[in-house]
């Protein structure tokens, strides 16, 4: 065990002097509906959450209290989350969460052109800030994770950049930076996106993929993007271009996202699909999920919307309102119907005599009398009308809504033929 797992104070004073920029901007086109009004970090997630909490809790839960959110694509409900729920840090004791817009601060006046751009675009704000570290960090991945520790092996190592990783089937890396590593896991190899990832030697149909997480000294990350800028070529991108091209001189290590005591790979997902979206919400529902939201000792901090308790009305044989095997937020109603194996968001209302099973419900939802619902994800402010069905007759699905390739029905409030006034 190294020097900084053994020593939090160490771990602590290195988390004081590291300034955590998060990538917000990110379009998440792969989510459908989901993001038509709304980047992909402020889509709903878990019951209550945004996708943006979980990496500004984890820098807040790490010691990380100097926060940039670089933000894009549909900033509007993002940039009011985090106003209404991050705004608690003091600026005398500088502690911030900053947000940091595609605006014409540059000559060219462009947008972001790509992650290492956004990142080149607001140096001047990050040197005032004077950071002895600068951790990047993708605001659209769900996980919990101690970014001290990370930050302490960069050091120890004596690495310029540092990435971090996590282990995943080959067939499935293709959407990754994909690492080779030599026997000190330094990086020897980069590929963005390869069509054939290469396995790690001895792990036979396992790849090492990039989390899109960095920590790099703060000399080095400015000497590179300035040089990245002035290339003619460049994508402007941490995978494709500031990576690759400074393996062979200088010095790029790879953290390996495990658990400290045990060596296994820890929680990480990328709801970068309905699919996926849909899946790890009611992975939640476990008894025992791999990614705990009780853990008191690493909270999941969140705008919390003042609201009553959940409440279920009637105890007839025939209308009984009760929820089973699921979770139900605040100022939720069950009237009448059953939730079988789904997460309810706030302020959902089930009607007599309805059901609801398997299914992920955003926010404002009603779900009138009679009306079943199976497999879905239901966008904020739907209104499913008195005995409608979703979820049971795919080609009829198919014809209003959005059904994924595993059978996931997505309906929206405009699938529906319904104004969308609700704020996303």
Same mark, same amino acid.
């Given at each position: 065990?190294?020097?900084?797992?053994?020593?939090p104070r160490?771990?602590?004073?290195?988390?004081r002097?590291?300034?955590?920029?998060i990538?917000?901007?990110?379009?998440?086109?792969?989510?459908?509906?989901?993001?038509?009004?709304?980047?992909?970090?402020?889509v709903?997630?878990?019951?209550?959450?945004r996708?943006i909490?979980?990496?500004?809790s984890?820098?807040?839960?790490?010691?990380?209290?100097?926060?940039?959110?670089?933000?894009?694509?549909?900033?509007?409900?993002?940039?009011?989350?985090?106003q209404?729920?991050?705004?608690?840090?003091?600026?005398?004791?500088?502690?911030? @969460? !900053?947000?940091?817009?595609?605006?014409? +601060?540059?000559?060219?006046?462009?947008?972001?052109? /790509?992650t %290492?751009? $956004?990142?080149?675009?607001?140096?001047?704000?990050?040197?005032?800030?004077?950071?002895?570290?600068?951790?990047?960090?993708?605001?659209?991945?769900?996980?919990?994770?101690?970014?001290?520790?990370?930050?302490?092996?960069?050091?120890?190592?004596?690495a310029?950049?540092?990435?971090?990783?996590?282990?995943?089937?080959?067939?499935?890396?293709?959407g990754?930076?994909?690492?080779?590593?030599?026997?000190?896991?330094?990086? @020897? !190899?980069?590929?963005?996106?390869?069509? +054939?990832?290469?396995?790690?030697?001895?792990?036979? /149909?396992? %790849?090492? $993929?990039?989390?899109?997480?960095?920590?790099?000294?703060?000399e080095?990350?400015?000497?590179?993007l300035?040089?990245?800028?002035?290339?003619?070529?460049?994508d402007r991108?941490?995978?494709?271009?500031?990576?690759?091209?400074?393996?062979?001189?200088h010095?790029?290590?790879?953290?390996?996202f495990?658990?400290?005591?045990?060596?296994?790979?820890?929680?990480?997902?990328?709801?970068?699909?309905?699919?996926?979206?849909?899946?790890?919400?009611?992975?939640?529902?476990?008894?025992?999920?791999?990614?705990?939201?009780?853990?008191?000792?690493?909270?999941?901090?969140?705008y919390?919307?003042?609201?009553?308790?959940?409440?279920?009305?009637?105890?007839?044989?025939?209308?009984r309102?009760?929820?089973?095997?699921?979770?139900?937020?605040?100022?939720?109603i069950i009237?009448?119907?059953?939730?079988?194996?789904s997460l309810?968001f706030?302020?959902?209302?089930?009607?007599?005599?309805a059901?609801v099973e398997?299914?992920?419900?955003?926010?404002e939802?009603t779900?009138?009398?009679?009306a079943?619902?199976r497999?879905?994800?239901?966008?904020?402010?739907?209104?499913v009308?008195?005995g409608?069905?979703?979820?049971?007759?795919?080609?009829?699905?198919?014809?209003?809504?959005?059904?994924t390739p595993k059978g996931?029905?997505?309906?929206?409030?405009?699938?529906?033929?319904?104004?969308?006034?609700h704020?996303?």
């Amino acid at each position: 065990m190294s020097d900084e797992q053994q020593n939090p104070r160490f771990v602590s004073r290195l988390t004081r002097e590291t300034l955590a920029l998060i990538l917000a901007g990110g379009r998440g086109s792969r989510l459908k509906d989901l993001t038509k009004g709304r980047a992909k970090p402020a889509v709903p997630f878990g019951g209550k959450f945004r996708i943006i909490d979980f990496p500004l809790s984890n820098c807040m839960n790490s010691g990380i209290r100097r926060i940039g959110v670089l933000t894009q694509y549909k900033a509007h409900p993002l940039i009011t989350h985090i106003q209404q729920g991050w705004g608690f840090l003091r600026g005398e004791f500088n502690e911030f @969460v !900053e947000l940091l817009p595609a605006q014409q +601060r540059l000559e060219e006046g462009n947008w972001y052109v /790509g992650t %290492a751009d $956004a990142i080149y675009q607001n140096l001047d704000i990050v040197a005032h800030h004077a950071p002895e570290y600068v951790m990047i960090l993708a605001g659209d991945h769900i996980y919990k994770m101690d970014y001290g520790v990370m930050i302490g092996e960069h050091v120890a190592s004596g690495a310029d950049a540092t990435v971090g990783c996590i282990e995943v089937p080959v067939e499935e890396a293709t959407g990754f930076g994909v690492m080779a590593v030599d026997e000190h896991d330094r990086v @020897v !190899e980069f590929q963005e996106k390869p069509a +054939r990832p290469k396995a790690i030697p001895g792990q036979e /149909g396992i %790849a090492l $993929a990039s989390m899109g997480i960095y920590v790099f000294s703060r000399e080095f990350l400015f000497e590179q993007l300035r040089r990245d800028a002035a290339s003619g070529t460049s994508d402007r991108d941490f995978g494709k271009d500031i990576i690759p091209s400074i393996i062979e001189e200088h010095h790029v290590q790879a953290y390996r996202f495990r658990d400290v005591q045990s060596g296994r790979q820890q929680y990480w997902r990328d709801v970068g699909t309905v699919d996926a979206f849909w899946a790890a919400n009611l992975e939640l529902i476990g008894v025992t999920p791999e990614l705990n939201l009780y853990d008191r000792e690493w909270p999941i901090w969140t705008y919390q919307e003042q609201l009553p308790p959940a409440k279920f009305v009637f105890d007839d044989d025939d209308r009984r309102g009760m929820a089973v095997d699921s979770m139900v937020s605040g100022g939720c109603i069950i009237t009448g119907g059953v939730v079988r194996h789904s997460l309810l968001f706030s302020q959902v209302c089930v009607e007599s005599f309805a059901e609801v099973e398997d299914s992920v419900v955003l926010p404002e939802v009603t779900i009138g009398r009679r009306a079943r619902v199976r497999r879905a994800v239901l966008d904020r402010g739907c209104v499913v009308p008195d005995g409608m069905v979703i979820g049971e007759d795919a080609e009829q699905d198919r014809a209003r809504f959005h059904v994924t390739p595993k059978g996931v029905v997505l309906v929206t409030p405009e699938m529906l033929g319904q104004e969308n006034s609700h704020v996303v």
